[in-house]
């Protein structure tokens, strides 16, 4: 199978493409932009891999994506913008390429008659849920720009299936963390922070719930629906270990040899919500389950940042 994965580049992206290189025998073309959440540092480790091939292009232009999808038989859909602070900042970005972006490959797959496409989204798209788990016939109550442009996106994809057949299936994962994640999101900033002797930013009181989801455990759970969802479908991906954040802190507090003093409360976001849970008995039942508990994943990706600085060091310093 020759599989074309936007924003290959990326946190997500690259860890599915060394994921889909190091487990089976197909080939790869990334087709991404290179923004400020993707670079080619990433991806140093597969380079010369005879299968893995790379294109600089923009899921916004028809034209360059026309070109560079011709030819393969599936596409797995990770380019997006995707941190919620820089859409509360500025959200025309989020809507132009998380949408306008997301129709551009759905017509382009659909035109080429591409055999599979698997859409990657999110469970913020179901809003905060204070008891029990979102489930995928939840309805959708996204409370940011960027969730509201991934709720788009998602229902711009089904919407290709209803409408032209097109073989897509969804994915709504929740929060990934580990290796190649730009130090803005949570626990790659806490982590570099406290590496620099620096103290963690925590918003609010620190009890917003998260359920975090070690990124390889999400790139097996994308390839299985990949070749085995049903199309038309959505399925969420979850690790089912919701966890305050406060209590993340002290994890990684642990982890760096470190206290109460790294920590500063902070301002709250605006619109923050306070948990996400979703219900993952239907990728279960697929033949999915998570490989890595919350604190093993959680030393691993410590151990990751602490031996690779000159990956995350030159991406901190542009901030």
Same mark, same amino acid.
């Given at each position: 199978?020759k599989i074309?994965v936007?924003?290959?580049?990326g946190?997500?992206g690259?860890n599915y493409?060394r994921?889909?290189?190091?487990?089976t025998?197909?080939?790869?073309?990334?087709?991404?932009?290179?923004t400020?959440a993707?670079?080619?540092?990433?991806?140093k480790?597969?380079?010369?891999?005879k299968?893995?091939?790379f294109?600089k292009?923009n899921?916004?232009?028809?034209g360059?994506v026309d070109?560079a999808?011709?030819?393969?038989d599936?596409?797995?859909h990770f380019?997006?913008?995707?941190h919620?602070?820089?859409?509360i900042?500025?959200?025309?970005?989020?809507?132009l390429t998380n949408c306008?972006g997301t129709?551009?490959?759905m017509d382009a797959?659909r035109?080429l008659?591409?055999q599979?496409?698997?859409?990657?989204g999110?469970?913020?798209v179901?809003?905060?849920?204070?008891?029990?788990?979102?489930?995928?016939?939840?309805?959708?109550?996204? #409370?940011?720009?960027?969730?509201?442009?991934k709720a788009?996106s998602?229902?711009i994809?089904?919407?290709?299936?209803a409408?032209h057949?097109?073989?897509?299936?969804?994915?709504?994962?929740t929060?990934n963390?580990g290796?190649?994640?730009?130090?803005?999101?949570?626990i790659?900033?806490?982590?570099?922070n406290l590496?620099d002797g620096?103290?963690?930013?925590l918003?609010?009181?620190?009890?917003?719930?998260?359920?975090?989801?070690?990124?390889d455990?999400?790139?097996?759970?994308?390839h299985?629906?990949?070749e085995k969802?049903?199309?038309?479908?959505?399925?969420?991906?979850?690790?089912g270990?919701e966890?305050?954040?406060?209590?993340l802190v002290d994890?990684?507090?642990?982890?760096h040899?470190?206290?109460?003093?790294s920590?500063?409360?902070?301002e709250?976001?605006?619109g923050h919500?306070r948990?996400?849970?979703?219900?993952?008995?239907?990728?279960?039942?697929l033949g999915?389950? #998570?490989?890595?508990?919350l604190d093993?994943?959680?030393e691993e990706?410590?151990?990751?940042?602490r031996?690779?600085r000159?990956?995350?060091?030159p991406?901190k310093?542009?901030k």
């Open positions: 199978m074309f936007t924003g290959g580049a946190f997500i690259s493409v994921w889909v290189l190091a487990n025998d197909h080939e790869v073309t990334v087709f991404d932009a290179l400020y993707g670079n080619m540092s990433t991806l480790d597969v380079d010369d891999n299968r893995y091939s294109v292009g899921i916004c232009q028809p360059d070109a999808m011709r030819g393969h599936a596409v797995v380019a997006a913008e995707s919620v602070d820089r859409s900042e500025g959200s025309e970005d989020f809507i306008f129709n551009v490959i797959a035109r008659e591409v599979r496409v698997v859409h990657i999110t469970d913020e179901y809003g905060s849920v204070e008891v029990g788990s979102s489930k995928e016939t939840d309805g959708l109550e996204p #409370r940011s720009p960027y969730s509201a442009s788009g998602d229902l994809a089904l919407s290709y299936h409408t057949g097109l073989p897509v299936t969804v994915t709504r994962c929060n963390f290796p190649y994640q730009y130090p803005e999101k949570a790659p900033l806490f982590t570099t590496l620096k103290k963690i930013p918003y609010g009181d620190g009890l917003n719930e998260r359920d975090w989801l070690y990124v455990d999400h790139c097996t759970g994308v299985l629906v990949l969802g049903n199309v038309g479908e959505i399925y969420n991906i979850g690790a270990n966890t305050a954040n406060r209590v994890k990684l507090l642990a982890l040899g470190k206290d109460e003093s920590v500063q409360y902070v709250d976001r605006k919500d948990r996400y849970s979703v219900d993952i008995a239907k990728i279960t039942k999915w389950k #998570r490989e890595r508990s093993e994943a959680l990706t410590v151990k990751w940042y031996d690779n000159w990956w995350w060091e991406l310093d542009k």
